[in-house]
Structures are given as C-alpha cells and as structure tokens.
C-alpha cells in the first residue's frame, strides 16, 4: 500500500523533469507526482532555448504536458526551490526528489574584454522572450557579428543572425558579414550534419570557406561540399577553422575581436562554448544520485550534452532506479 502512495518531488520542468514526470506515472499508478518550476511558463530550454525557427522541436511541449494534461502530475510554476522552498524541506515530505533544473549559466572563456560580448544562453534566451532576458548592449545598424564555438548553439546562432530580418527582435541589425571562430579543425566539429545543411539552404547568406585536407566524417563531408561551392549571394558566413578568440577589444563598446590569427571588426560577438550547473541549497547536482534519496537527470545530471531524446532516455531509467530505491 505504501508504494501506491508513493511521493516524489522533480525540481524543473525541462525535457528532463517531464519525461521523468511521466515515467514515474507510468510505472506507478496512483503516485503522487510534483513537478516544481521557477519560471511561470514550463518546457525549460524547449520553450527558451531551442530556436524559434525550429517549430518542430518546439513543438515537443505538446509532448512533454501530457502527464499534467491528463492529471498524473501537478506543475506548480513559479516556485524557485532553494528560494521559495527549501531542498531539505522537500526531502523531508517527499520520499524522494529529483533535480531536473539544467545547467543554467553560460560558461565563459576567460579572456579580456569578455563583458563586451554576448554569451549565448543569455543572447538565446532574449530572443525567445525569456522574463528574465537582458538585451545586448548593441544591435541597430551592426554590420558584423562573430560567433564563437563548434557545436550546434553557435549554428543556431550564425543562422538566426543571418535570417534577422524575419525576426523581429533581430531586424535592426544591419549584418554584411558574420565570422564564426571555431577552436576545432573541420574534422573535430560538433556540428550535427542537418544544422550544417540548414547553414547551406539559407537565402539570405552563404558559407564561405576553403577547401580543405582529407577530413572525414559527416559533417565533415557537408563542410567539404560548402568549400567546392562558388559565392553566393547575401551574409558571407565565414569559417575560421583552428582560430581562438583572444580578447573583445572596444572602449565601452566592442570594436573588433582579437584571434590567435588576427583581429577581427565586430560590433556583436555571441560565444557558444557550453553552460554549467548551479547549485541548489548547496547541493550540485550530478547524476543520476547525488546522495542517497536525491536524484538527478537531464543536464543536472549529466552536463550540458545530447539532444531532447537522450533525456527521454535517462528520464525512463532513473524512474526504474528511483523507485527501486523506495523504503519498503
Ligand atoms: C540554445 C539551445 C538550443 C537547443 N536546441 C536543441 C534542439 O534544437 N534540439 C534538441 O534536441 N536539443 C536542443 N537543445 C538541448 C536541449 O534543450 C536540452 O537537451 C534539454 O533542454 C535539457 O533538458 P533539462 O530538462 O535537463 O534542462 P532545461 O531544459 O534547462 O530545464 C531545466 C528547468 O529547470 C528549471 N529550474 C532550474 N532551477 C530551478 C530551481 N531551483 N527551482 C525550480 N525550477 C528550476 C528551469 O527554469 C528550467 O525550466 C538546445 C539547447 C540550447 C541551450
């Protein structure tokens, strides 16, 4: 009877926390369920992070409501855990508690200057309307932008500037030219192949790089068909392989973006190089038990790496694992 009326907490209502929402209803009928979230809109980064040309992915929120839809977890928005309500307060009435809450900071670079440019959770989160979004320092009438980083944010990034004109918070930029800085070589990039192929449909901006040497794999192989093009027309895009940002330089403002290779005009630089974790009352999350009862999944548990299914997958096996591990 005891495991019919079993209670379990999840802190965030990301991907993480509603997979794990709903495998715990499913495994458990009659479990209460409660899912607490600091914002007063769910989804996590599927609402803040993904990016808003990509409707599909977003569209997943219909998937991820459906244990609240159908009454087999209650959501209680703007509730900060650690603010609001204490972590240990929670441990206490619950009979065990998940942290789902991401990894929310933008990791920084450690080079001068860097207040000048615009980390990409921050700059993301603006563009989707987060409450909490702070606009960058200069938009109307920039002519070039730098991206920094080698995974799929920076390309989100680089394609949404290059589409500005059809977004609206973007639409006063001026953008003749965008540089993307890319610590890798092309054979070490974690571009996924479909992003890079959508930086190869745009209409309004082309990829603009070298040909270069035998690297291989998918992306690669994507990189290597950009190189055989001929101009195009619009934004060039251009890829700096191999090249470090050393420093944003400007007085007040940014001017220009010092590389290991050269310096590079800019008046908007958005660094995609990853997020970290915060703790909670103390507690750093990290997968998937952090200490006996408490529990964690998603980003908290396992870093800012892998695509929205991997936490459908984490989210399922966590569930078996925290409902093991119910006092008989
Ligand atoms: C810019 C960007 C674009 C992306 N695009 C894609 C994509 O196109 N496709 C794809 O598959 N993946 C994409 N991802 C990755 C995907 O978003 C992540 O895999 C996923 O969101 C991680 O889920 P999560 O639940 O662990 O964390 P999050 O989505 O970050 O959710 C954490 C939740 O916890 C809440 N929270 C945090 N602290 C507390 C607290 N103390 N109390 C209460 N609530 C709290 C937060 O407000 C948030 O709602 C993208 C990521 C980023 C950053």
């Not at 855990?81 to 206490?92: P, T």
């Not at 320092?137 to 949404?160: H, K, P, S, Y």
């Not at 050269?262 to 103390?282: F, N, Q, R």
Request: with cysteine; net charge negative.
């Amino acid at each position: 009877e005891a495991a019919l009326t079993a209670r379990f907490a999840i802190v965030g209502s990301g991907p993480a926390g509603c997979y794990l929402a709903d495998a715990l209803a499913r495994a458990m009928n009659g479990a209460v369920i409660d899912v607490f979230e600091r914002l007063d809109e769910p989804f996590g980064l599927v609402r803040f992070g993904v990016a808003p040309d990509h409707e599909a992915t977003r569209a997943i929120a219909r998937v991820l409501r459906r244990p609240f839809d159908r009454g087999a977890a209650s959501l209680h928005l703007g509730v900060e855990v650690g603010r609001d309500i204490g972590l240990n307060a929670l441990r206490r009435n619950y009979d065990a508690v998940a942290l789902a809450t991401g990894a929310p900071l933008d990791r920084r670079l450690d080079v001068p200057g860097e207040e000048l440019a615009e980390p990409s959770g921050r700059f993301i989160r603006w563009i989707n309307g987060h409450p909490e979004a702070v606009p960058p320092a200069r938009l109307t009438g920039a002519r070039r932008a730098v991206v920094i980083g080698a995974g799929n944010v920076a390309l989100d990034a680089v394609r949404l500037l290059a589409k500005h004109r059809e977004i609206d918070c973007l639409n006063p930029l001026a953008l003749e030219r965008i540089d993307l800085l890319i610590r890798a070589g092309p054979e070490d990039v974690r571009f996924s192949p479909a992003e890079l192929l959508e930086i190869g449909e745009l209409t309004t901006a082309w990829p603009d790089l070298d040909i270069f040497g035998d690297a291989t794999g998918e992306a690669a192989a994507v990189l290597a068909d950009f190189a055989a093009r001929t101009p195009g027309r619009g934004i060039p895009i251009r890829f700096h392989f191999r090249t470090q940002a050393t420093a944003f330089l400007g007085a007040g403002r940014l001017e220009a973006v010092g590389t290991d290779r050269s310096v590079l005009p800019a008046d908007l630089a958005v660094t995609c190089i990853g997020y970290e974790k915060a703790a909670i009352d103390g507690v750093w999350p990290t997968g998937p038990e952090p200490e006996p009862g408490l529990y964690a999944v998603g980003w908290a548990a396992r870093g800012p790496t892998g695509t929205i299914p991997t936490n459908r997958a984490e989210a399922r096996a966590l569930a078996q694992r925290m409902i093991a591990g119910l006092e008989p």
